[in-house]
């Protein structure tokens, strides 16, 4: 930035002026005065002059460079400013508005780098809540600049900043019709104003018009982000990158598939050694024998060695989950799961999240009053709703906003705004180990997939994501990028990536190996709220506060659809296991609502070569069946099923991510969601009664 505006500096700014407004008598006497009192050697060239004068009001340019100047004088002149705006005729004031974040930006900046830290802090005290007030109206990405400005302190703190870096690498276009652009150059252009003429130039370019002012109603579908262009460039970079996204291999679904593979190949071959066959039956079995074989052989093959070390699994884990998988109901669009939903009383204001175990044994929830608390449903149903079934864990100082139980249920991880996270054992009842490391309050944590509690990962509000190990205290790896606090953190199926949501509306994922960003994720209008792969790693859906759900595709970082049914933020998103042909939703409108993951041809072509190698024909009652062989299985109650929720769409929609069936609750926001190994699916939630209007006085 330049120094201080000198007196010829002005003198020149006026000449230009009145040579731009054709003031040619004015211009005459002023070039007579610079001409009179201008030393020997410095007289204002007049090919400078007409160079400046090539730059019209057409290209947008205003002329000035910003000077440092006085800093009280810079915020006089941006409040002048921004009461000027205030002031304008309401046919032109929607169109200068626009200006004023900008310049406010820049101005703070300015402020910051002279070092007038206490001139900066007024200057933000002063206009911050005008801006707020803006955004409130929808405008996100306002929020979160002011968010990071106000964060910014020094120098240091300017180079260390992804938004300034990005306020300052480019000019943020901004279009007005011509009669607005000519009364803010008027303005701009008044001696007391020229500093702030300086800051305008320098930061913000101008596309002129011939037509009417914008209204309000116009501007109000333009989404203003000050620090996209420098995303942009992020994105490019960062999402040609190659991923690993292959499944492990030798995992105990795959042992299992191939184990009823072998057994239908066997069957087919036994059947086709039969004496009472004709040559047509026997040729069919056969064929039936060889595509089982086929198959067989074929499952693992596209998966991948791990990359870094996994401890096996136990044996008896491996056991418990094949009994689980042979439990297993397919779904599909024409066959929806089962529902169970649990309802927290009295907690509307003290539950923030919570956590179930795979086999739907115990629902956990995290307090606000720093409690963890364990909710055995087994014993609750053997001891008829008496008895000692709620265990409670205490040991955090802090609200409680995080919760996940390890693969095998045997462990739980929190997180806490105490900033630490800690692990509990189920079998002793108490707390294992403290994870100190974040900052600031810790927003979400979530267990390593790979049927193995050793790693976890966690983020906060300190801007940062983290992997850790059970067996140390320290951090693994450190995922740094995000602009804001990252409020959700999720593991690839494989365990080689993390991928991470942040209020800063972006969604990384990062590869555990090397620390670094493989991918950025960039369409969201607001904060990130949950996230969820696909079973086959190759999908993630992204949701934010605004009710937008987004399916990515990772190999090539495009959407593959997008959704805004919810009505407010949505807090949940969970896969079917096996095929994920389903995705379930929730949040914050007392709904769940399930989603066709995949098109309807490959779920009806699954559906068929599954019947078929059953002997039976695909049936539209695979629901209902579905549903029996679950609540059989003891899965959740009478009533809960499908068949009490509202149809919102056609099942069997072709259209991917299409809805298929909304849910409401009563009064119940969704909290979490979660599908069983054997494909129930179960929801929770605080019951939030209407406050009722007071009554009125006699």
């Not at 209020?503 to 991918?519: M, P």
């Amino acid at each position: 930035m330049a120094g201080p505006l000198r007196d010829a500096d002005v003198d020149r700014l006026v000449l230009q002026y009145l040579r731009k407004r054709n003031f040619k008598e004015a211009e005459k006497v002023l070039e007579l005065e610079i001409k009179e009192a201008a030393p020997t050697g410095e007289m204002i060239a007049q090919q400078w002059l007409g160079g400046r004068g090539g730059e019209g009001v057409e290209e947008g340019l205003l002329f000035a460079t910003a000077g440092e100047g006085d800093p009280a004088g810079l915020v006089q002149a941006f409040d002048r400013f921004a009461a000027w705006v205030d002031n304008s005729l309401d046919l032109y004031k929607p169109e200068l508005a626009r200006v004023l974040f900008p310049a406010f930006a820049h101005t703070y900046l300015n402020l910051v780098a002279m070092g007038a830290q206490a001139e900066a802090q007024t200057l933000m005290g002063e206009h911050r809540q005008r801006f707020m007030d803006i955004a409130a109206g929808g405008s996100t990405s306002r929020i979160q600049a002011l968010t990071d400005l106000a964060g910014i302190s020094s120098e240091e703190a300017i180079a260390a900043s992804r938004t300034a870096a990005a306020l300052r690498g480019q000019r943020f276009a901004i279009r007005l019709c011509r009669a607005s652009y000519e009364l803010l150059a008027q303005h701009l252009q008044l001696p007391k104003q020229l500093v702030m003429l300086g800051v305008v130039n320098e930061h913000i370019k101008f596309e002129v018009h011939d037509g009417a002012p914008a209204t309000l109603a116009e501007l109000a579908e333009v989404e203003e982000d000050l620090t996209a262009g420098a995303m942009q460039a992020d994105v490019v970079t960062i999402n040609q990158r190659s991923l690993e996204l292959q499944l492990l291999q030798g995992s105990v679904e795959d042992r299992y598939a191939q184990q009823k593979a072998e057994e239908a190949e066997e069957v087919a071959n036994q059947k086709a050694q039969a004496e009472a066959l004709t040559k047509k039956q026997r040729i069919a079995l056969q064929k039936a024998a060889a595509e089982a074989k086929s198959k067989r052989e074929n499952i693992g093959l596209d998966r991948m060695a791990p990359k870094f070390p996994l401890p096996a699994p136990a044996e008896s884990a491996e056991d418990y989950l094949m009994k689980e998988l042979a439990q297993r109901v397919p779904l599909s669009a024409e066959a929806l799961p089962s529902c169970a939903f649990f309802t927290f009383f009295n907690t509307a204001q003290s539950l923030n999240c919570v956590a179930f175990t795979s086999d739907a044994s115990i629902v956990a929830g995290g307090f606000a009053d720093s409690s963890v608390r364990l909710y055995d449903l087994q014993a609750r149903a053997a001891a008829g709703g008496a008895g000692d079934w709620v265990t409670y864990f205490s040991g955090h100082s802090g609200p409680v906003y995080g919760l996940d139980f390890s693969p095998d249920n045997e462990l739980l991880f929190s997180a806490s705004g105490d900033g630490t996270v800690r692990l509990w054992s189920r079998e002793v009842q108490a707390n294992l180990s403290v994870y100190r490391g974040h900052m600031l309050p810790v927003w979400d944590v979530s267990a390593c997939p790979y049927f193995a509690p050793f790693y976890f990962a966690s983020c906060g509000a300190d801007r940062t994501a983290r992997m850790w190990s059970t067996d140390r205290t320290q951090p693994l790896r450190l995922f740094v990028g995000h602009t804001s606090d990252v409020d959700v953190v999720r593991w690839h199926p494989n365990c080689h990536y993390i991928a991470s949501g942040s209020a800063d509306r972006t969604v990384r994922l990062w590869d555990v190996r090397t620390g670094e960003c493989a991918r950025l994720l960039v369409g969201h209008k607001d904060r990130i709220s949950s996230l969820a792969f696909s079973p086959d790693g190759t999908t993630l859906t992204t949701a934010d506060a605004s009710g937008t759900l987004i399916a990515w595709d990772l190999a090539s970082s495009r959407r593959l659809a997008t959704a805004s049914q919810h009505r407010g933020p949505v807090w949940s998103l969970a896969y079917s296991q096996g095929e994920g042909s389903l995705l379930a939703s929730g949040g914050a409108d007392h709904t769940v609502r399930i989603w066709n993951a995949k098109p309807a041809a490959a779920a009806a072509a699954a559906g068929g070569a599954v019947a078929a190698a059953a002997g039976k024909r695909p049936s539209s009652a695979g629901a209902s069946a579905a549903q029996q062989q679950q609540q059989q299985a003891g899965k959740g109650p009478p009533g809960s099923g499908a068949d009490g929720g509202a149809a919102a769409g056609a099942a069997g929609s072709s259209e991917p991510y299409g809805l298929l069936r909304t849910w409401k609750t009563k009064l119940t926001p969704v909290f979490g969601l979660r599908f069983t190994t054997r494909n129930l699916l179960l929801g929770s939630g605080a019951l939030t009664l209407p406050q009722r209007p007071p009554a009125p006085r006699t």
